[in-house]
Each structure stands twice: as C-alpha cells, then as structure tokens.
C-alpha cells in the first residue's frame, strides 16, 4: 500500500511540475539577459484563457488543442514584447513594470472569461498517451510513461535550452548582455535586440505554460485558475542557479509538496490538512532562505537597464 502511494505521489507531481519548467526557463531566458519579469503570471492568465476559448469555441480534439497552445504561445509573446518596450526600450524599473504587466493579464483574462464564457466550463483538452507495453513496466511504468505529449515535450525542452544558452552563439550573446552589456556592446552584440528577443521568448513559454494549465491539466479555466505558479516560477529560477536542470529539480521538489497536498484525501493519509496546503509554499520559502548563495552566480546586471550613451 505504501508503495502505491509513494508511486502515486510521484506520478501526480510530473505533470504539476510542467507548468513551473515552462515558466521558469523562459524567466531564465530574461534574467540571462538582465530583465527580471514579474509579469509571468499574468501572461500565464492570459495564455490559459486564450488556449481555452481557441478549444472551446472550435470543436474540441487533437488539433483545437494545438491551436489552442500556439494561440496561447503568440498573445504571450506580444505582452513580453510589451514588457520589452517597457523596460529594454523606455528602460522603466522592470519590478513595477512586472507587476503592472501582471495586473494587467488578470484583468484581461477575467474580463474576457466573464464576456464570452461566464461561467465554469470543461473541454476535452489534452489527454495521457496510453502506451500498454510501457505503462505496464512495474514503478517506472505508471510514473513515466503516463502522461499526456506536453510533459515530455516539455522535458524534452530542459536539455534544449541548455543548448540553446550554452552552445550557441545566440546564448553566448544571452549570458554576455546579462554580464557585461557595456563589452558586448563594444564587440558588435546589439544588446537592446537580444534582450528584447528574450524577454518576448520568456513571454511567448509563459502563455504555453498557462494553455497547458488550462488544456492539458485542468481541462477548464477559473478566476485566478495560475493561483501564483508564476511568481513561484521565478523563485525557482533563483534556486536553479539559472540552470535548465536546476529549475527542472526544483519544480519536481516544489510538485511533490503539492502532490502530496492532493493526495491526503485520494489516500486517506493521516496528516493534518491544514498543514498540507501550506507546506509547498513553506517549502519555497525555506529553500530560497537557504539558496542565497545562489546571488554571487545571479546575471551581473540583472534588473539594470541599459544605457548605450553612457558607453559612448
């Protein structure tokens, strides 16, 4: 029995993680290049009411929920580009400007549900791939092989973006913007584009992440439906040392605590509920208050705008 219950545990935390590795190597992708975006969440909002009318409103399968996800992948990527006008080109202070960014996604997002939907409603969204031959391997089976294509789309995207950051010439202008603007700007590195292109590709996995909130996990959109992942996105980036696999370790860390919430019911585990909802935000808080180390490897000039005529 206990081991079903240490098997469901982790089986459930998987997919919960997604939404936090979508988010999380996006915001890495920013703070690589100096931006620190607090609007996540609220690009989330939007991207997961997009993905969810785009199914909704179309029949509902396979092909409505991919629509659905690039639908979500571009209305993200216009509000980073409105956070890179914001911050890379009129250089304002990039936490109010997160936060306004933020506000903003929620009204939007709620508005937009309360006219064209109103109420609670399910779709069929995006289902486990049910593989029998793998599914039935003994523990790895039920706790890998059981989920739907996002998961390991997403998966597969931890090692890509360590590529991408680490072995490409894109990256290395990424880590160089980041570090030392004012030298990459003297060797040719057009430092306002490159942070421009990271803070609309941070955008464009922060909506990604929202449609898989609302397609692929819940099947639905509420109020609030992000309930704060984005904010604890970026939290996690800190304790990922701005590292893809990091962020992978600390999303699952974080998923487990939460899973586990979930399943005092399912399992009827003695363990004072109460306690259980607050442990996975306890956990964050605890993790960051011993990760402060992490700021000595932090982007040199992470939040700091840049001014070419200072070089000049």
Not at 50 to 64: A, D, R
Not at 95 to 120: D, H, N, Q, S
Not at 173 to 195: E, H, L, Q
Not at 242 to 253: D, N, R, T
Request: aromatic share 12%; glycine share 12%.
């Amino acid at each position: 029995m206990l081991g079903e219950i240490i098997i469901g545990i982790i089986s459930a935390a998987i997919p919960l993680s997604i939404t936090f590795v979508l988010v999380g190597l996006g915001e890495m992708f920013n703070q690589k290049a100096g931006v620190f975006n607090l609007g996540a969440e609220g690009i989330m909002m939007v991207g997961a009411f997009v993905g969810f009318y785009v199914e909704y409103s179309m029949s509902s399968g396979t092909g409505s929920s991919f629509l659905g996800m690039v639908a979500a992948i571009g209305v993200g990527a216009l509000m980073g580009a409105l956070m890179g006008v914001i911050c890379v080109k009129f250089k304002a202070e990039q936490g109010i400007a997160g936060i306004a960014l933020y506000m903003l996604g929620w009204g939007i997002a709620g508005m937009l549900f309360r006219v064209y939907i109103g109420g609670t409603t399910c779709i069929q969204g995006i289902t486990a791939i049910d593989i029998p031959a793998l599914t039935d391997i003994p523990v790895l089976g039920p706790i890998i092989f059981n989920h739907n294509i996002m998961v390991y789309i997403t998966l597969l995207l931890v090692p890509l973006s360590w590529y991408l950051l680490n072995k490409t010439a894109w990256g290395l202008k990424v880590k160089a913007v980041g570090t030392a603007p004012m030298a990459a700007d003297t060797m040719g590195v057009k430092v306002d584009r490159t942070r421009m292109q990271c803070v609309i590709l941070g955008g464009a996995m922060a909506g990604l992440a929202g449609a898989y909130l609302s397609i692929a996990q819940t099947h639905m959109y509420a109020d609030n439906i992000t309930a704060g992942r984005g904010f604890i996105a970026v939290a996690l980036v800190y304790f990922g040392k701005w590292k893809p696999s990091g962020i992978l370790w600390g999303a699952l860390l974080f998923s487990l605590a939460h899973s586990f919430q979930r399943s005092i019911h399912v399992y009827g585990i003695d363990f004072p509920y109460e306690v259980a909802v607050v442990f996975p935000y306890i956990l964050v808080i605890i993790v960051l208050a011993f990760s402060g180390k992490s700021k000595i490897m932090a982007p040199a000039v992470l939040g700091k705008p840049y001014y070419r005529e200072l070089r000049d």
